[in-house]
């Protein structure tokens, strides 16, 4: 049988404890932009792009996600959030779609 010193157990709950609570943070950031995905009248448009029948939007989530909505012939075909990524990422991957590099 081992034994720890109550100090040891103590700083090991605690350490447990910030890994976990950094999880739920991380899960809960998910599910905002989740959320905010279905609800997109409620994300901050940024840029558009456009060429022949393809439509790109630029966005950002209320969580501070970046993404893009993608149509064609006026039909959406598709929403994609870029977590941890930067604004021109996300616009790259716009210009991208609506040349027909990125397909959905």
Same mark, same amino acid.
């Given at each position: 049988?081992?034994?720890? =010193?109550?100090?040891?157990?103590?700083?090991?709950?605690?350490?447990?404890?910030?890994?976990?609570?950094?999880?739920?943070?991380?899960?809960?950031?998910?599910? =905002? =932009?989740?959320?905010?995905?279905? =609800?997109?009248?409620?994300?901050?448009?940024?840029?558009?792009?456009?060429?022949?029948?393809?439509?790109?939007?630029?966005?950002?989530?209320?969580?501070?996600?970046?993404?893009?909505?993608?149509?064609?012939?006026?039909?959406?075909?598709?929403?994609?959030?870029?977590?941890?990524?930067?604004?021109?990422?996300?616009?790259?991957?716009?210009?991208?779609?609506?040349?027909?590099?990125?397909?959905?």
């Amino acid at each position: 049988m081992s034994y720890y =010193d109550t100090d040891e157990i103590y700083h090991q709950v605690g350490d447990l404890t910030k890994e976990v609570m950094a999880r739920f943070d991380a899960i809960e950031k998910k599910l =905002d =932009d989740l959320i905010a995905l279905r =609800d997109f009248d409620l994300n901050t448009e940024i840029h558009s792009f456009q060429l022949n029948d393809r439509f790109a939007t630029v966005f950002r989530t209320p969580a501070g996600t970046y993404g893009i909505l993608m149509k064609e012939g006026g039909r959406i075909i598709g929403k994609e959030l870029f977590p941890g990524k930067s604004e021109s990422y996300a616009e790259d991957a716009a210009e991208n779609f609506v040349h027909g590099i990125k397909n959905v």
